[in-house]
């Protein structure tokens, strides 16, 4: 089968977003496979000639590490292993989530360290170019032996167990066996732990996000620039010079972008009355801009982590070791997801207090920005609605990653809670998503009453294309069907913008 090879290293997130994003095959390189070859019949050597207990190769796992499995029992200890394991609770993980967990599961099995075979390798290949989906829970891993419960279910269905999820149906998935004629997999020694093992869900939730921020850190400036002009404020925050003085990059970025978004206008060159604008306004380069930060940051942290082998223990063919760590431990990840909870928190937070500030009747607008202020209740409420996601979003920034609870009768006595960041952080980004439309929603109807004086070419091409979906809001209408098609535009625009 045609396909992008699998590398041995990916240089950027957005490398790897992109096979996902644009339902790129890929396949095993001949390099690849004979590394995975290779690591496998080194394991199997070091078996045969060794009589010694091995963690997790030919011993119980967890606490019972110290009970030796006779070699005629290590199949049946592979599948055991990961039957018990499945048993996670709560919400399915969204499908696009699946397809990140199964890249990169593929792609750290692919280094050849892992002692795993081949045929399991490919039948994650097979899964991932055929969109078949392992169902798979959010609640279960203490994200430090690795993700365990989530990473079991993922890795059911090569047994035969478990369920898939094919064209939006679930399925069992022996179904899907015969369906597509293949036969259930033997896992051999070490591969069940070395499928469960490993920081995949973390890490999927947290690449996925990265990419997702990415892009709403450029909606929210640019939806920040319209209300910008609504407000009637000023330029003056955004001036180069002031931003050269504090060296930061990401302050730099914001203001040369809101720059960028307002240049052309009259609108922001008019006469001020204002002599100085609320920190909303005022500030918005140093607060998205430290968020834009933290995104690099974060990036670093993730790019480290795709291209990484985080099962255990892990085998050296060419040093004839095998090593027993804590590379799957989720912590630098765990630590990574609630600095960027924290980051996408405040683009919410500040967003939510401009909305506040153009309904509040200042700078010439009217009251809740419509006409007939008191017969309609106009924008009121929307406010209320952005106030309750933020403060919501405040509760689910308290750190996962100081937590721990002693688990496996104490053989794993810290653990990172890694997944339980991961899964807060996308329902933190969902809520961010939701509050910049509400902004979005806001400052396009605030800004329909300085029509009298022009904004720049840019932002009335995005106000324009916003209107073909959204309409003004002459009457109080069901807001809730504005504010998710401002959700909806929001999600499938591509914006625009031209160089300085």
Same mark, same amino acid.
């Given at each position: 089968?045609?396909?992008?090879?699998?590398?041995?290293?990916?240089?950027?997130?957005?490398?790897?977003? $992109?096979?996902?994003?644009? +339902?790129? !095959?890929?396949?095993?390189?001949?390099?690849?496979?004979?590394?995975?070859?290779?690591? =496998? $019949?080194?394991?199997?050597?070091?078996?045969?000639?060794?009589?010694?207990?091995?963690?997790?190769?030919?011993?119980?796992?967890?606490?019972?590490?110290?009970? +030796?499995?006779?070699?005629?029992?290590?199949? #049946?200890?592979?599948? %055991?292993?990961?039957?018990?394991?499945?048993?996670?609770?709560?919400?399915?993980?969204?499908?696009?989530?699946?397809?990140?967990?199964?890249? @990169?599961?593929?792609?750290?099995?692919?280094?050849?360290?892992?002692?795993?075979?081949?045929?399991?390798?490919? =039948?994650?290949?097979?899964?991932? %170019?055929?969109?078949?989906?392992?169902?798979?829970?959010? #609640?279960?891993?203490?994200?430090?032996?690795?993700?365990?419960?989530?990473?079991?279910?993922?890795?059911?269905?090569?047994?035969?167990?478990?369920?898939?999820?094919?064209?939006?149906?679930?399925?069992?998935?022996?179904?899907?066996? *015969?369906?597509?004629?293949?036969?259930?997999?033997?896992?051999?020694?070490?591969?069940?732990?070395?499928?469960?093992?490993?920081?995949?869900?973390?890490?999927?939730?947290?690449?996925?996000?990265?990419?997702? &921020?990415?892009?709403?850190?450029?909606?929210?400036?640019?939806?920040?620039?319209?209300?910008?002009?609504?407000?009637?404020?000023?330029?003056?925050?955004?001036?180069?010079? @002031?931003?050269?003085?504090?060296?930061? *990059?990401? #302050?730099?970025?914001?203001?040369?972008?809101?720059?960028?978004?307002? +240049?052309?206008?009259?609108?922001?060159?008019?006469?001020? *009355?204002?002599?100085?604008?609320?920190?909303?306004? =005022?500030?918005?380069?140093?607060?998205?801009?430290?968020?834009?930060?933290?995104?690099?940051?974060? *990036?670093?942290?993730?790019?480290?982590?795709?291209?990484?082998?985080?099962?255990?223990?892990?085998?050296?063919?060419?040093?004839?070791?095998?090593?027993?760590?804590?590379? &799957?431990?989720?912590?630098?990840?765990?630590?990574?997801?609630?600095?960027?909870?924290?980051?996408?928190?405040?683009?919410?937070?500040?967003?939510?207090?401009?909305?506040?500030? @153009?309904?509040?009747?200042?700078?010439?607008?009217?009251?809740?920005?419509?006409? %007939?202020?008191?017969?309609?209740?106009?924008?009121?409420?929307?406010?209320?609605?952005?106030?309750?996601?933020?403060?919501?979003?405040?509760? @689910?920034?308290?750190?996962?990653?100081?937590?721990?609870?002693? !688990?496996?009768?104490?053989?794993?006595?810290?653990?990172?809670?890694?997944?339980?960041?991961?899964?807060?952080?996308?329902?933190?980004?969902?809520?961010?998503? $939701?509050?910049?439309?509400?902004?979005?929603?806001?400052?396009?109807?605030?800004?329909? &009453?300085?029509?009298?004086?022009?904004?720049?070419?840019?932002?009335?091409?995005?106000?324009?294309?916003?209107?073909?979906?959204?309409?003004?809001?002459?009457?109080?209408?069901?807001?809730?069907?504005?504010?998710?098609?401002?959700?909806?535009?929001?999600?499938?625009?591509?914006? =625009?913008?031209?160089?300085?």
């Amino acid at each position: 089968m045609l396909g992008t090879p699998i590398t041995p290293e990916f240089h950027s997130i957005e490398e790897f977003a $992109k096979i996902i994003q644009t +339902k790129t !095959s890929i396949l095993l390189s001949s390099e690849v496979s004979q590394k995975i070859v290779a690591g =496998r $019949k080194f394991l199997d050597d070091k078996l045969k000639r060794t009589e010694e207990p091995i963690y997790g190769i030919n011993t119980g796992f967890g606490a019972l590490c110290d009970v +030796k499995i006779e070699n005629e029992f290590l199949v #049946q200890l592979q599948e %055991n292993l990961v039957r018990s394991h499945a048993c996670g609770m709560g919400e399915t993980v969204p499908e696009e989530v699946v397809k990140w967990m199964l890249l @990169l599961k593929i792609q750290s099995l692919s280094y050849g360290l892992s002692g795993v075979q081949l045929s399991t390798v490919q =039948r994650l290949v097979d899964y991932f %170019n055929g969109d078949f989906l392992p169902v798979i829970y959010q #609640q279960g891993s203490l994200g430090a032996s690795g993700d365990l419960a989530p990473l079991a279910h993922l890795s059911l269905p090569l047994i035969g167990e478990g369920e898939m999820m094919l064209n939006g149906t679930k399925i069992p998935a022996s179904d899907l066996n *015969k369906k597509m004629n293949w036969a259930s997999l033997k896992l051999q020694s070490k591969e069940g732990l070395a499928l469960l093992n490993g920081t995949q869900f973390m890490a999927a939730y947290g690449a996925f996000l990265v990419t997702k &921020f990415e892009r709403i850190i450029e909606w929210a400036t640019a939806i920040a620039a319209i209300s910008i002009e609504a407000f009637d404020a000023r330029l003056d925050p955004f001036h180069p010079s @002031l931003h050269t003085i504090r060296h930061h *990059k990401g #302050q730099q970025e914001i203001a040369s972008q809101i720059r960028k978004w307002l +240049k052309g206008s009259e609108l922001i060159n008019q006469p001020k *009355k204002a002599v100085q604008d609320p920190y909303s306004f =005022r500030c918005i380069p140093q607060v998205i801009g430290a968020s834009w930060d933290v995104l690099q940051h974060v *990036k670093q942290v993730f790019t480290n982590e795709i291209n990484a082998v985080t099962d255990n223990p892990t085998i050296f063919p060419d040093e004839d070791l095998i090593l027993s760590g804590g590379n &799957f431990h989720g912590q630098p990840l765990a630590m990574a997801l609630d600095y960027l909870s924290i980051a996408m928190h405040e683009l919410g937070s500040i967003s939510e207090r401009r909305v506040y500030q @153009l309904i509040s009747g200042k700078r010439d607008l009217p009251p809740f920005l419509v006409a %007939n202020p008191g017969l309609n209740s106009g924008l009121m409420i929307p406010q209320y609605t952005a106030a309750s996601i933020v403060s919501q979003n405040k509760q @689910l920034c308290t750190p996962a990653s100081i937590d721990t609870i002693d !688990s496996s009768a104490g053989q794993e006595d810290h653990v990172s809670m890694g997944a339980n960041a991961a899964t807060k952080a996308y329902r933190i980004f969902e809520n961010l998503e $939701k509050l910049i439309a509400i902004e979005l929603f806001t400052a396009s109807q605030a800004i329909h &009453f300085r029509k009298n004086t022009a904004t720049s070419p840019q932002i009335q091409q995005l106000v324009n294309d916003y209107r073909n979906e959204v309409s003004f809001v002459e009457n109080d209408r069901v807001l809730h069907i504005d504010i998710a098609n401002s959700l909806k535009f929001l999600q499938e625009y591509s914006l =625009r913008l031209d160089n300085e």
